[in-house]
């Protein structure tokens, strides 16, 4: 039965933050839209607060649930996601050239969104039982180097790189957080110093393109460098105070492409400039910085691994996304979390986030 002691200790204030970064998602896709002559892109905010709804629900599950439970069904799980990653390459919607989406009636999935925390939950529950500090060894690390390999091979295949990245980067935050022992993380490490220029020679001709362009987008100002330009300059013309909502000129005529999804940020900093990126980063720190609190004061272990993962996740989508906007990172369409539009990332996300404040309230209560 469901203990009512628990909601006494909901964060009320975490969960306003949270709603507050979705509705300023809405208002943005709204702003970066509502020009187009074209009705379904003048709707889209209003499937996303569809979206958004059904990630409260997907939310308020999981502050329901006993977080524990997962860790009793994380490896079926994560098989089932496999499992779901190979049909997606065999049955999956093809579109832009990746197939990543499948369709379950009227919704559109991708499941390489779900795919993170599938690993997450597995990696949490093979370190659950746990070892004295600087007792794990290289043979440790062969089962979840296995996990993640599987789920980032089958995402990159699709081909995702920018997800696949986000796997491996996972994976990378459990290594540091078992507290590997020192000689094997260094050792670790340089050998994958040693091996990553050869990470080269496995990417696609257009994922080379991306990176060479990225400290030169003038080389393929049409085409692959054309993303890249075209947002700093929505960026760097938001001046301070920014232009206002619905007045930015970059989105407004079109020049912007993805504005909804990869490049809602630049849209969102040439509208309301730095006073409104301000703003922004400050509501994604406190975010970040309570998860981090949630976790490091977790009841046990398996719940510190899954705060973690969902820390380090969302930490890498925010980081990667931004600096890709303003040309520090390749452009790997990863979306901005609770502000891009797509229904896949705000419900993984909200239900991620609920499964944080779930931890804490679990925690307090008891």
């Given at each position: 039965m469901l203990d009512r002691r628990l909601f006494t200790h909901f964060n009320w204030w975490y969960?306003?933050?949270?709603?507050?970064l979705a509705v300023i998602g809405v208002v943005t896709i709204f702003s970066a839209n509502h020009a187009r002559p074209e009705e379904f892109y003048r709707n889209l905010y209003i499937k996303q607060i569809y979206w958004i709804v059904a990630g409260l629900g997907a939310?308020?599950?999981?502050?329901?649930?006993?977080?524990?439970?997962?860790?009793?069904?994380?490896?079926?799980?994560?098989?089932?996601?496999?499992?779901?990653?190979?049909y997606v390459l065999i049955f999956g919607t093809i579109s832009s050239g990746a197939r990543r989406w499948i369709h379950l009636g009227p919704l559109t999935l991708q499941v390489s969104e779900f795919a993170k925390f599938a690993l997450i939950l597995g990696l949490a529950k093979y370190f659950e039982p746990g070892k004295t500090a600087g007792q794990y060894d290289l043979q440790d690390l062969i089962v979840p180097a296995l996990m993640t390999g599987i789920l980032g091979g089958l995402i990159y295949m699709q081909p995702d790189l920018g997800t696949a990245l986000i796997v491996?980067?996972?994976?990378f935050i459990f290594v540091i957080s078992i507290e590997l022992n020192p000689k094997t993380l260094w050792r670790l490490a340089g050998t994958g110093v040693i091996l990553a220029p050869f990470g080269w020679f496995l990417l696609k001709g257009y994922q080379k393109t991306r990176i060479l362009t990225l400290f030169n987008p003038e080389l393929d100002p049409l085409k692959t460098g054309y993303h890249t330009i075209q947002s700093k300059i929505a960026v760097g013309s938001g001046g301070f105070w920014g232009k206002g909502l619905m007045a930015?000129?970059?989105s407004r005529l079109n020049f912007l492409p993805e504005k909804h999804t990869d490049f809602i940020f630049s849209v969102f900093a040439?509208?309301?400039?730095?006073?409104?990126?301000?703003?922004?980063?400050?509501?994604?720190?406190?975010?970040?910085?309570?998860?981090?609190?949630?976790?490091?004061?977790?009841?046990?272990?398996f719940g510190l691994f899954v705060s973690l993962g969902i820390v380090a996740s969302m930490s890498f989508y925010i980081i990667f996304?931004?600096?890709?906007?303003?040309?520090?990172?390749?452009?790997?369409?990863?979306?901005?979390?609770?502000?891009?539009?797509?229904?896949?990332?705000?419900?993984?996300?909200?239900?991620?986030?609920?499964l944080l404040m779930n931890i804490e309230m679990r925690r307090t209560a008891h």
């Open positions: 969960f306003l933050l949270i709603l507050s939310m308020l599950f999981a502050l329901f649930m006993d977080y524990r439970i997962l860790s009793r069904y994380a490896y079926p799980i994560f098989l089932f996601t496999v499992l779901s990653l190979i491996v980067f996972i994976f930015g000129t970059q040439e509208e309301l400039g730095f006073i409104g990126v301000f703003v922004l980063f400050a509501l994604y720190f406190i975010l970040i910085l309570k998860g981090l609190n949630i976790a490091f004061r977790a009841a046990d272990r996304n931004i600096g890709m906007t303003i040309g520090i990172f390749p452009v790997t369409g990863l979306p901005l979390p609770l502000l891009s539009y797509g229904g896949s990332s705000l419900i993984t996300n909200f239900f991620a986030l609920g």
